[in-house]
């Protein structure tokens, strides 16, 4: 069964058809039938009237007779009173001013037709079936319904010669811009309403006219220069009448609508009349800015004073709870979108509308206050005065409207050549400017930034183009106070960081056992205070935003409101500079770390001279060799150690990304003061705001931080593993020393000597070694007998570094001769390796010797740090004599690998995640990039690592694997 | 200057007052004055006459003569013709049937207000001034205005007698379910109308008749068991006229609605009429679905016929964006909200509907073809049939309501105590059933499937609760060709992987020198299956989802449809069934590598006796031990190796979050044929759809995972650094080689016998080998002279392992030993650790002389893989006389660490960030849970390797760092 049907609608009934809406199709009518006007029915053809009509599709007529007409309602014949009816239109002639009478008026039927003429005082209505009353001031002027000479007919009234004082210039035109060379064009709706409109404002102070006047007013912007005949016409009416005004206001003359401001700007906007204290409590009535508005069509009818909400005021269109949203008080609203042109000409009707604010006053009564405008378009002498940043200058005014198809019109019911509408709307809402809880949620007066903009039939309607509407909300307060208690922070921290970094420095210095400040030292100035400066900006925008977060979405009375855009600028430029001064910082950490002298003592003697078991000659064999591969174990350990971060960078971003965008927190980022993690989908909520996006991010990203410091330090460890304790037994199980300088005479020392004596052997020594440790048979590994004191921080003379350079000496020549020599394509030589494998063995030498106090002149004590000295991290005290050597905590040594630096490498991995959230909003991304940039940091520092560790030890980077 | 002005809106105006709408006051009218009906100006008081009105605030009014009194049109004063005005409401009293008469026809005053009786056919109207007909039908009754007995009026019409032989039974009900008790209640809206619709649907045909009394039979759901009057009613007078059918359809009688479908339901529902071949392109005209509705009001009205578009039948609002979103093809659209119940009484209208859908046919005639609606409370008798899931039972009808406040009234003005609403509307669209492109996009008649809820007064409306509205459009196909092809490939592949698993079992059989089935090539043969179902059933379903990923997503004339929530289902299990073979994969991994046998062959050879220097006595030194720290070195680095991966599982994470997240791949995934990655904000999406997530992030997981097996392939081992390769090196410098066995008799070996003879030596004989190697100066590496073949498969007879289980027996004593001393409470002995260190030394020494061929019954010969054999990574001869070590690629050895099988790791990850996406259907949380899982199981690889490898030889945990 083929269920299809032929599509067809009203509109296609034509002629003597109708359309059965049951079967939704057009059919024939009767005979002597003729479709209804709706099309839905049959009428009787004119010549026939209506005998029976049961609703269903037939109906009956009947024809009249040939001298009669149909009555105008159908249903009977009736012959003409005078002569005979029309034959193409079968109606009754009559003459004009007459009308037709078909009935008596207890409804009999006439026996004919009669023409009737209207008396004096009426004319008959458009249907010629009555006479009506004609306006009064025809009658007043003629007793007639003529307005003859001298009076003045104008917008369908007569008025008295005089009377019509204003009428608009004969080459008065609407200044539409798209026109261009100001050359406008003459307005249907001006030139039909302007002169009777302002003679009834200024005679009889008629409520619609003197609306229509000020409506006409604001069509042209305000505008007083070139087209400001109704703008004057509207203040010289209210001038005439400046001793009435209403409730007081100046501005407001009497029985006419409030156009202009003429109190100073800053004045009127920091009015502090509302007494509502705004509230974040979505529930309260105190939450919701209750704008009201006035609407009035263009030709001065009152339409209601309505609340703004449900989209009044937003063309653009939306769920009525996204709609509402722009008015939850402190939500920053943008809504903006495209509307097809036509909608401009075929939707919108011409509204004009009064702003206000509605408020309870300290009575409790109802009031409203009234909502400044802000028209861009408007213009002065020729200059648009409200484009331009000094609030002086501005005009202030009252009325607004959304679209005007009717200023364009070149005749009544032709579309308008251009429409006007409002491209951008901003309510623009200020918190009053005392200082925390005096504030207490109350605002300024809100302002009303209006843009208009033009379309052109032409072009915007025949080319079907898009238009832009921008609505916004937004919030502002005076942030002086704010910026300045960042300033003041940022300045006084500043200053300490300064002086930190110059004590630093200064006890650099006596590290690198310089007697006087160099160029070196200013340098290390510079690097320390840039470190440092990293955490004073960190600390204070983190301050700072946490401020904002923790105000501005836990306030229950409005007191703050979010920076905007440019207030927040100081904030973006400070994080920006904090992430650079740590990533100075961490340049610096890499240059020092990656330059660091390190050196692997070897304590193992040769055990004894090697001989063959079948050579009989003592004397003959060989001192037997040392095994290098428990120096080649411990580099490599080292090596692997040198980029081992203390916590887990994987884990950190992953974990911060799943609290912010899986658990939702990034929900509480936004300019809005709902503070849920789990957002409806159908509510409106605000943009994301930098201040917060930071705040919530770093703020959770220090935490997990902190707690992965916290497990790794007490829990893994302790319990599970710890690389660092690892290192130092496996180089008492080697039998090796680190000896690591940083500085020139400070640094650190990792005493690695076994209580065995040896351990260059085979396993079954070693297990033996491993159990009398166990079993507590030998001594402790202390540097000093009977502890167990392995790391040290070293301080040395000046003496001491001269001789460990001495030895170098030799090491760097060789390298430089190599380059030499590799410049001349030539390999290099056996010779050349023994040099520096000389220099080992006499480094080797001599540390072994310094450390076991063996020679006179080079020589140290241990003792502990002062608590002053190891919480500034500095010595007091140089070495003059003898060197320190001091009891450290026992890792203190990670300070020349990342393990010791996780502080400084997580602030600036959290700086590089703020940062490029700043610049993508995005945390995913941020997440992404960290992660990448912190890989490849790793692997910069371990390669660097890797290549300094072969130079300064000797051992091959083959075996730094 | 306080700008406040107190609040007042129209209403608050009453008595003497009007609201001055210049000022938003309340004005007091002057004297004789009283506000207007409007309330925006002031009318004369009664008994005063209209002087003269400006439009101003201010009227002049005059008092009449206390024998006059004013006009209706308040202009004039007039006595009454017949005694006193009314001194109350100063009107001229007149009788009933009368009309009040002031003017002449000609606008003239009268001299008196007359009262005119209305001739037979006509009657006062409601204001009394004028004489209007009277219905037909009472003309015809009485030639008058009544209806005399026998007439029957009913509904405004007066029926003859007989005329109305349908009543509602007495007890007659509506039979709302929130009452309960099918009691129902009586409603105004059946009482008044539907005796009057009955007659004169059945005697006229009339059309608003037929319309009325079809709603009412849609009110009841087209009940006809119980309160089936209004229904029977319907059908009765349909059959009556069964002879004149709309458009020859059976089910439409002429001049009505058509509601009951009689065909049979599968038959309608796949007709193949409508001839639109839908496309994607949205800027065709195709690529919407034309829904039109004929919308009619309850009383029967022709309301038009209407595009469905613009939320006509969606009750949830939203942008015009959107609501037509729904109508979008293919897009699968479901929205819901809540709507205040309040809403249901005071803001939507009772309207009826019938819909269609539009299209063209060949001729290129506009059709509209019927949608058939299933209303889900359709009952007979008794029974819920449309809520049935066979087809058969179903009762398809045509109109529908979305909103029903009409029916629940119990008096014409009182509102509803119950409203019904359409609370759950889908469109269920179903592609024809042809194969491929024979299909063109083509559609069988939409289905609209509708369930009605009920609010009531008492509750709803009171309580002022919300109720939920979901509209949903849905798109199936038959999809049995695809489910069968994947099953059919599932099988088909699983057979395969079955028998490739019996191959591999049966090589690991071989390999583990069985010579018998047993029970463990049995879990073998179960462990190898699963893992290679894994890799079948990912395969298969990966297909599947790119198949739909590209057909849906990338079609230009529709001719697939995403599977429905239903159809998916095997595809999720699926999914959940490769995730759980592929963890069976790994586990089985885990116990593979985690019990490998391993042994650090250590070639060197003691360099002589050690004698001290000033010892003169040859024959007592001891042998040179030979250092054990070379084997501790390969041994961690080894330890190092085991857990390490060949990609990046971090980078394979977030760059995979990248590309879906922050490029916007995700939104490939959505339910709609857009196939864009940037989305309009404003526009529909619609939901994810778990095939397409799967496909998605399944495509980029796979190609990042080959992007980076290339990389690290090609360009990292390449060109910066190869860890298994530098392993390699190092055994040879540690003159150490590695053996292997990850079976019984199967294994690898690394040849690592240093080409220098000896590598237990200082530094500077270190650095001479490393030169002479660089130089070429020294024989090559490999197990063979001459060649750098240096690492192998090992296939060895069963000799071997007797041999090798032989010396490892003592160690695996004496583990049984230690865990009963452990028991006891002792500490280890001495004694035991030397047994372990001889089996450590014996093993050394048969290894060494299995490697130099140094035993005769025991020996190997080194070959070539067969191509087939290293395909199918089996051997095809079994060792009997001698063992086979097989060259190799120079990295088989990875098979028993991580690094050899990525490609299972990476697959494992991947189906675990699927499944955990299937879950919560968010990418970054599956990142998450896949980063951790991963880093868990390289721990714990780590850890159980660490364990087995300290075991295996014989190296403490302690320098496995």
Redo the contacts between chains.
Sequence with gaps: ???????A??GDCTGETFY?????RCQSCGASQTGSSDG?SCDCASGFKLV??????DITCEACANNEVTTS?G?NCIPCESGVPNPVTRTCPCNEGE?T?E??????LLDSSQC????A??EPDIEGS????CH?SFVDASADCDCPPPYEQSGGICFSSGDLLQTLPSDYNVPFESIGDDSGFASWFFIEYYSAAEA?CR?????????LLSNQCVMVDYNQDDYGTTCDAYIEIRDGFSSSN??D??D?P????WLYYT?DVE??LT?S??QTSFRTNTSSEQSMLNI?V?E?NATGS?L??HPAENGKLQL?????EKLNAAYQFGTTYSSS?TIPSRSFWDVYKTAFFDS?I??V?LNG??????IPVLVDNYKENGVFVNQMAVQRDWQLTRRFFLVDNVSGKTAVDSPARYVRYASDIEFQITLQSEEGEARNGKIY?PLLKIKYSELSQENDYAGATSARINFKVTYTMDQAGGQRAMSISLGVLSALAALYGLLKSNAWRRRSGLIYIDIKTMFKFVAFTFGLLGNVFFAVIFCYSLYWLLFFKKQDVFNVVLPTRIQESAFIAYVVMAFIFKGFDVLHLFAVQCTTDIFLIDWERS???????N??T?SK?NQ??????????VA??WN?LQATRKS?V??QL??T??LL??IGLVHLTTTDPVGSVTPDP?AYYGNYDVILRFGVASGIYLIIGIVQWIFFTFVYERFV?D?LQ??V??CS??NISVFILSANNYGHYIHGRSVHGF??????????Q??REEENLVGQRGLLPSTDQQTFEVLLQNKFRENYDRILQPLNLTRAEQQRANQAQS??T?TK??TS?EA?ATMNKFLSAFIDHGMRDIDYIVKDKLLFEKLLDMEFYDPMDKGFVFNDDGHSFDQVIFFGHESTLLLFELLLFCVVDLI?Q?Y??A??VT??AS?FVSKIRGSLGRYNLAKKT?V?E??L?
């Design positions: 069964q083929d269920y299809g049907i032929p599509f609608v009203v059965n809406f049951a079967e939704l839905l029976s009509d049961s609703g269903g599709i309602d249903k009308i009478v009935y008596e008026e207890d409804g009999s009737l003429p209207c008396v005082t009426t009555e006479c009506v009353f009064q009834l005679l009889y102070k008629n409520l619609t006219a003197c609306q209403a409730y206001i100046p407001w009497s029985n006419m609508p109190d004045q009127v009015e009349t509302i009201f006035a009035y009152f209601g004073l653009c269109p939306d769920t009525t979108c206000y509605h408020y006053d009564n109802e009031k409203l206050y009234p007066p055990r004894g001279r090697l001989v063959q078991a050579d009989s003592v064999g037997a060799p040392i095994s290098i591969w428990r120096t080649y174990f490599n350990e692997e887990h994987g884990l992953l974990t990304l799943f965008e899986v159908n593993e690389s690892n290192f037994d496996l199980m080697a351990s260059d052997t085979n396993m079954k020594e070693m297990r033996a491993l159990k390999n290099r056996g390796v023994d494998l080992y993508f995005n995913l991304m997440g992404i992660f990448i890989m000797l091959d083959r075996f694997i």
